[in-house]
């Protein structure tokens, strides 16, 4: 399945077979072409990396752990997760890793609602979604892949943001209230989203930019 764009470069293609689903844009496609070999060692250096600030140098990926949440439960199942900044070549990216040990989900998913979601908020002033590039999912794994973006990092998470902001009683502050409001609207234009927590979403106060990440459909 493909779904085309303006930009050619992120049209984006969806393929389901032998128990997995694979999405990704024509650009990441022609990225991996260029740099072959990329994508395994990446799942190598993952193997190696599992605790925040480690990192490591696999072929041509250097991977850094940036966040981890262990044994969490949610619509998805049961897993470990892993966050990492994967640098490969002069290009950086996102990367969400989870491996479920019941339901699994995401990935592709993850994908597919990410692309949707940024259609229903592309005329939103102070909301972007990340920009995505790759999902995958089976049973045991799942990966799903953006640009790098600073804001991404753990501690510009809003779950943490908000609940500084609560506990430092500037509940009637103009950040506070201005940052709900957002929410609110971002809730309103995606009626159809699940797991869009504050855990999935970031906040550069430099740009004022609330950044959406790992979201997923009911009709993807």
Partial sequence: MRFKSEDPTQYTH????KGREIAYTEEFKEFIRAN??????FLRATEKVTVIGEQTQEGLVNLTCVHVVRDQYDITGRSDRFYYKANIGD????VKASHPRSISGGGS???TGSRKAAEALKDTPGVEVVNYKFG??????????????????????MDRLMVSLTQSGQED???YKKLTKRLESISRKLPNH???HLGNM??????DIIYLFDLRAYDN
């Avoid at 969806?14 to 077979?17: C, F, K, N």
């Avoid at 995958?136 to 998470?157: E, G, M, P, T």
Wanted: charged fraction near 35%; aromatic fraction near 18%.
């Fill in 14 to 17: 969806i393929l389901a077979e």
């Fill in 36 to 41: 072959p070999g990329a994508l395994k060692d």
């Fill in 91 to 94: 290009h950086m990216f996102f």
């Fill in 109 to 111: 998913e993850e994908f």
């Fill in 136 to 157: 995958y999912q089976d049973k045991h794994h799942v990966y799903f892949i953006s640009d790098w973006n600073d804001a991404l990092r753990d501690s510009l998470r």
């Fill in 173 to 175: 502050g103009e950040l």
């Fill in 194 to 196: 699940y797991d869009m």
């Fill in 202 to 207: 970031t906040y550069d106060p430099d740009k």
